[in-house]
């Protein structure tokens, strides 16, 4: 004899239920707090393990709460971010955005990365999460400055003579592959080759080659 789940199994046949189990079975229900079940599927808190990445968010959720700064929920709301959501900036694209703006801070919530092709580096101050060693090489060579943001938090607490930046978030690989088939009229999707040659098939997709017309 086996006990489940307040049934009891005699012989392979189920016995009904007791009525203390009946009861107690009609009165469970799913426990919600008030306001009904939520959908948001937003983050609230970064995926990360990184402790210090976890110090950001608490100073953060610390100046929005205090200060009422848009500059400081947008700080927040992308430390929250997934990688992919936080893309790097090289040292050229930087220096474009921040051409006559030299006395203010440029802000990333990323990483900045060197680029080879830039020879004269602009005496900026930027702030991001991380800077790769050549970037930050030559941003302090030029006499620039390479911050931190809890630094920034010190010198621009709601954000004052700064200038927000964001990192292409589709110049990666994987997203010219994504679309219409490759080889469907007006499609420029990328597609999934071995290599370029004669001996490789590209035969995804409808397309003229192949008879279709639209």
Same mark, same amino acid.
């Given at each position: 004899?086996?006990?489940?789940?307040?049934?009891?199994?005699?012989?392979?046949?189920?016995?009904?239920?007791?009525?203390?189990?009946?009861?107690? =079975?009609? =009165?469970?229900?799913?426990?919600?707090?008030?306001?009904?079940?939520?959908?948001?599927?937003?983050?609230?808190?970064? !995926?990360?393990?990184?402790?210090?990445?976890?110090?950001?968010?608490?100073?953060?959720?610390?100046?929005?709460?205090?200060?009422?700064?848009?500059?400081? =929920?947008?700080?927040?709301?992308?430390?929250?971010?997934?990688?992919?959501?936080?893309?790097?900036?090289?040292?050229?694209?930087?220096?474009?955005?921040?051409?006559?703006?030299?006395?203010?801070?440029?802000?990333?919530?990323?990483?900045?990365?060197?680029?080879?092709?830039?020879?004269?580096?602009?005496?900026?101050?930027?702030?991001?999460?991380?800077?790769?060693?050549?970037?930050? =090489?030559?941003? &302090? !060579?030029?006499?620039?400055?390479?911050?931190?943001?809890?630094?920034?938090?010190?010198?621009?607490?709601?954000?004052?003579?700064?200038?927000?930046?964001?990192?292409?978030?589709?110049?990666? &690989?994987?997203? !010219?592959?994504?679309?219409?088939?490759?080889?469907?009229?007006?499609?420029?999707?990328?597609?999934?080759?071995?290599?370029?040659?004669?001996?490789? &098939? !590209?035969?995804?997709?409808?397309?003229?080659?192949?008879?279709?017309?639209?």
């Amino acid at each position: 004899m086996n006990t489940w789940s307040g049934r009891v199994l005699l012989f392979g046949k189920k016995a009904p239920p007791s009525p203390a189990v009946a009861a107690e =079975a009609a =009165a469970m229900g799913i426990d919600l707090v008030a306001g009904g079940k939520s959908k948001k599927t937003k983050r609230t808190a970064p !995926k990360s393990d990184d402790i210090y990445l976890k110090l950001l968010v608490k100073l953060y959720r610390f100046l929005v709460r205090r200060t009422g700064s848009n500059f400081n =929920a947008v700080i927040l709301k992308r430390l929250f971010m997934s990688k992919t959501n936080k893309p790097l900036m090289s040292l050229s694209r930087l220096i474009r955005f921040m051409e006559g703006k030299e006395g203010k801070i440029a802000v990333l919530v990323g990483t900045i990365t060197d680029d080879t092709r830039v020879y004269q580096v602009l005496a900026l101050k930027v702030v991001a999460l991380r800077f790769t060693e050549r970037a930050r =090489a030559r941003i &302090e !060579k030029a006499g620039g400055e390479c911050l931190t943001f809890d630094q920034l938090a010190l010198r621009a607490p709601l954000g004052q003579n700064t200038v927000l930046l964001r990192g292409p978030k589709n110049a990666r &690989e994987s997203v !010219k592959h994504f679309g219409k088939a490759p080889g469907v009229p007006h499609s420029h999707t990328k597609p999934y080759v071995r290599s370029k040659g004669r001996k490789f &098939e !590209k035969a995804r997709g409808k397309r003229n080659s192949r008879g279709f017309r639209v």
